[in-house]
């Protein structure tokens, strides 16, 4: 079976993945997206979630909060604002964050606040959704 290789890097950590894949799924801004060998050149920005790695018949997670993805026929290349790899991810503060952030959406709409303020509590739940998908923990 033919193989692309994957690189995902941050600015904090640099290189957090690199290997030779069979296919990535992953969820850009227009939606979920299936990147095989020699895919057509693609740039576009991720959302938060979990990238679906294929390869050597298995399937793995890596958390991305965001960020870019350039796509040519031979390299997928994601630059992300962080990535985390599912054994550093810390399911008790995931937890926390994600109910901290429900509850800030529930504070904000009750009192009327910003649609910026929302729109930053939505992120960090995203955020939060996505790690705990990483671990396979059921969202609360």
Do not use: Q, W
């Amino acid at each position: 079976m033919s193989t692309i290789l994957l690189e995902v890097a941050t600015p904090d950590k640099g290189e957090v993945f690199a290997k030779d894949i069979n296919m990535l799924i992953c969820r850009s801004i227009a939606g979920e997206l299936g990147i095989l060998p020699k895919h057509a050149r693609l740039l576009t920005e991720l959302v938060p979630n979990a990238l679906r790695i294929k390869f050597d018949g298995s399937e793995t997670l890596l958390f991305v909060s965001g960020g870019f993805m350039e796509v040519t026929p031979e390299k997928i290349t994601i630059l992300a604002d962080s990535a985390e790899v599912p054994d550093d991810i810390d399911v008790e503060r995931a937890k926390s964050a994600y109910k901290r952030a429900e509850d800030r959406i529930t504070g904000f709409k009750n009192k009327g606040d910003t649609e910026i303020d929302i729109k930053r509590a939505e992120a960090a739940l995203a955020r939060a959704k996505a790690r705990l998908l990483v671990k396979g923990v059921p969202i609360p």
